[in-house]
């Protein structure tokens, strides 16, 4: 028994000692001073080192496992990168190495391929280079606290640093993990004409690079572009002044790489103020808007300039019959690039046929006469610098301006009226985009904005002056954050501030009256949306919110809930139907003033919510809509319901009894929306159709419920282009019912009752222009020089027919006591035409 026990205490003995010696061998060494193994090297060998203490002070090693100085000293330099040269039998000297030579061979994540043609770069320096067919690579003198990133096309950037590769023997073994990344789903490829594109979202997205052609348009003009869209419209043929299902101008949100813009036109309204050439893509959200965005209540246009770094340098520059324009896309560097554009009109020293039509358009209501001078500009610029792979930052700056100088020569009179109207926009803002982890991205974005738009008049032989000022400044600081809780779902969370501060002010010398009002609104959001798509692509949609809180300094405080839905589902193969809501709110209106009106052209001036004379103005909307789509045929209807709640009447333009009372109503629409396309590699049909039933509600007024200013019942747009090589060809009819008008009380017209005396009315809007019809057509012609190099001619003409629309009708009363009649007509025949170089 003994001899028993005795066996098995020593056979335990020999496992434990055994795995002793095992742990000791297999575990990691404690490291030791460099300089007292140095020590022990000096004494056991009878030697000297000569070094600099800064060398080796702070540096640790293993013990060494060599029994030999020559095997010890390449150990010491292969774990150090410290170059040990021996002078004699006795002295050596150590030398720090300030470069490295480095080598490896790139494979993908599971180590299985090698990856040629991978990028890499040694930051700090001007070693750079890509991999060999095998994957390989190697560079020489390569400061050793150098950072060396690899990337290729589909995988993550991978860092790595030149210490790294000291203790190598052999070529270090680098994998890339594969890049995984959600890109929007585009249901229809190509919409109406190449370039726009319709999003699972229900927007709109427009790229002006990849345009095709429009009738009427020789160059893309994004803001004519979007009125091809259903329910979105201008009743007045201006592009600053589009109507997005029955809503005013000013409840459009319209953005500029992420900057509010106050100003959208040139040549009042006729011209966008957006170079094209430099607008990377445009989207169009009619209803369904995501919660990070705020205002709006009608509709939302967001812009965005260059987005990725250019490899190439490449730009372009043009003319037309109104302005030139040129533009670039300028690489820096590997990491940095700006992106400029300048567009200026030179109507100011020469008439065309364009010029002079627009003109009769401009100024056929005011008493300008065509002793006039008329210029505008614009001017763009962006610089992207990408800091590393996961962080990049970008800054854009867009200013523009509208100058007009006249006078007015009138009998009896010694001195001509004088006037001029500057209008301008200067913005700034800049975008942080940082990926985190592979899960969570944000976007920290700031703004600041400021419009300025002056009047002088001088009349009656110098002896009355009107100075007026409309001037807008406004500040925003925007952080969105995204996690992907999984796959296909998506958590988007965000906090937005915006102070918005407007003053308008009137001086006229005679008779004395001056008026300054201020106003300054403070605005904080935060928002929170949760996104899906569901793995077989039938379900995908958004549903969120955002908390305003809404203080202006002087007068309120107030939260505000917006619930958003967004939904799309395809309830058979190509079929599919969405479900869009949303509540939003605005502080920010233009008013109509037509007795301080700007010189009779620009009328339109921004005011901020009183919470009294004009409250927030809020919205709700819902839509349900229907789309069939195959490759050759896109058919979609959509029924929406919107009520608009907050406005004043005289945000609303009114001509009529109701233009001077200041009270506040409501407006509701009721409408549906209708199109179909045909197309294929060389042509695109569509025919469109938009019902409108747009009533104002004014509980305080006689007619509570009436006709909207806006009220256009029909719209049909009957267009297709073709090309044929290098010849695109457009034509379109467009047609719309006419809008409401007020005509005077045909019994009683005048009420001499009062003083002074005034028009009586018949009841509002119960009168209606006569239809409207215009038929437009355009071509341009592309002339390769090269593959990087091209010119493009182009002619356009808008209402070829050229026949006379009646836009709008009011009445005004003499100082005799008769009632004058005054007509907005639309433009007649205006041929345009361009030529512009792409390289």
């Keep these: 028994m003994q001899k028993k026990h005795l066996k098995t205490v020593s056979y335990l003995f020999f496992v434990l ?27 056991t060998y009878d030697v000297k080192f000569s070094f600099a203490d800064s060398d080796v002070d702070t540096v640790q090693i293993p013990p060494p496992d060599s029994n030999s100085l020559e095997a010890i000293i390449k150990e010491i330099n292969i774990t150090t990168g410290i170059t040990i040269n021996k002078l004699n039998d006795r002295y050596y000297t150590l030398t720090k190495a300030t470069t490295v030579s480095i080598c ?181 959200i ?55 554009s300048a567009r200026r009109s030179y109507t100011d020293f020469l008439n065309t046929p364009t010029y002079t039509t627009f003109s009769e358009k401009a100024f056929q209501d005011s008493e300008v006469n065509q002793e006039s001078e008329f210029y505008f500009y614009d001017f763009t610029t962006k610089f992207i610098f990408e800091i590393n792979p996961y962080h990049k930052v970008s800054t854009s700056m867009i200013t523009m301006s509208n100058n007009l100088n006249y006078f007015e020569s009138l009998e009896n009179s010694t001195a001509p009226n004088r006037s001029n109207l500057n209008q301008d926009n200067f913005s700034i803002g800049s975008e942080l985009q940082s990926e985190w982890t592979g899960n969570l991205t944000s976007q920290l974005c700031a703004y600041y904005t400021q419009y300025d738009l002056d009047a002088l008049s001088i009349s009656n032989n110098d002896a009355q002056r009107l100075i007026q000022n409309n001037l807008v400044k406004e500040s925003n600081i925007k952080l969105v954050t995204n996690y992907l809780l999984r796959q296909n779902l998506k958590w988007t969370n965000g906090y937005e501030f915006t102070e918005t501060g407007i003053e308008n002010t009137t001086n006229v010398n005679q008779p004395p009256f001056a008026s300054n009002i201020k106003g300054v609104i403070r605005k904080h959001g935060i928002f929170t949306e949760i996104n899906y798509n569901s793995k077989d692509e039938r379900l995908n949609g958004f549903i969120g919110g955002r908390l305003n809180y809404i203080e202006n300094l002087d007068t309120f405080q107030e939260f505000i809930f917006e619930p958003r839905i967004n939904i799309s589902y395809e309830l058979l193969p190509n079929f599919k139907t969405e479900i869009l ?25 921004w005011i901020l919510s009183d919470g009294d004379a004009l409250p927030i103005t809020r919205s709700k909307q819902g839509s349900i809509g229907f789309n069939y789509d195959i490759n050759k045929l896109y058919v979609g209807i959509d029924a929406f319901y919107k009520e608009v709640n907050g406005i004043n009447v005289y945000t609303q333009g009114f001509q009529n009894q109701n233009q001077f009372n200041g009270e506040i109503g409501s407006y509701t629409v009721k409408g549906a929306e209708f199109l179909i396309n045909t197309k294929n590699d060389d042509y695109s049909a569509w025919l469109s159709y938009t019902f409108n039933k747009n009533d104002y509600t004014f509980n305080v007024l006689d007619s509570a419920t009436f006709p909207n200013n806006l009220d256009v019942r029909h719209a049909i747009t009957l267009a297709g282009n073709y090309t044929v090589g290098n010849l695109k060809i457009g034509m379109g009819i467009n047609y719309k019912s006419g809008k409401p008008f007020t005509r005077p009380d045909e019994n009683d017209p005048i009420n001499q009752t009062v003083f002074p005396a005034e028009i009586n009315y018949e009841e509002p809007n119960c009168s209606r222009l006569s239809e409207y019809f215009r038929t437009d057509a355009s071509a341009n012609y592309t002339l390769k020089l090269d593959d990087k190099m091209n010119i493009v001619f182009g002619v356009s003409v808008l209402n070829f027919t050229n026949r006379r629309n009646t836009l709008n009708t009011y009445y005004r009363l003499q100082d005799d006591n008769t009632i004058e009649t005054i007509e907005r007509i639309s433009l007649g025949i205006t041929p345009n035409a361009s030529v512009r170089i792409n390289f």
């Design 581 to 605: 809501g949303e509540y939003k709110s605005q502080v920010t209106n233009q008013i109509i003033d037509l007795e301080q009106n700007f010189l009779g052209i620009e009328k339109r001036r």
């Design 104 to 284: 490896g061979f790139v494979f993908d994540n599971f180590e299985e391929n090698t990856i040629p043609g991978a990028t890499i770069e040694i930051y700090g320096t001007n070693l750079s280079g890509i991999t060999k067919e095998n994957g390989s690579f190697s560079f020489d003198n390569v400061p050793i606290n150098a950072i060396i990133q690899i990337k290729h096309l589909g995988y993550k950037p991978t860092f790595l640093k030149a210490k790294e590769f000291i203790n190598s023997a052999e070529c270090n073994i680098v994998a890339l993990p594969l890049s995984y990344q959600e890109l929007d789903e585009v249901i229809v490829t190509q919409f109406l004409t190449t370039g726009l594109q319709k999003l699972d979202n229900s927007s709109i997205e427009l790229n002006p690079a990849k345009f095709g052609i429009l009738p009427g348009v020789s160059e893309p003009d994004i803001l004519q572009t979007v009125q091809a869209l259903p329910g979105i419209k201008s009743v007045d043929e201006t592009v600053s002044d589009i109507n997005i299902r029955g809503g005013t101008n000013d409840q459009n949100l319209i953005l500029w790489d992420g900057i509010k813009m106050y100003q959208t036109g040139h040549f009042f309204g006729l011209i966008s103020a957006f170079n094209p050439y430099v607008t990377e893509n445009v989207t169009i």
């Design 17 to 43: 000692i055994f795995g002793l010696n095992s742990y000791a061998q297999n575990s990691p060494k404690k490291l030791v001073q460099l300089r007292n193994v140095l020590t022990e090297l000096e004494k």
């Design 286 to 340: 009619k209803n369904g808007t995501s919660a990070i965005f705020s205002d709006g209540v009608s509709g939302t246009l967001s812009m965005k300039s260059m987005g990725k770094l250019p490899l190439n340098f490449n730009g372009g520059a043009g003319v037309n019959l109104i302005s030139g324009d040129v533009f670039g896309e300028i690489p820096i560097s590997k990491k940095s690039a700006l992106q400029v």
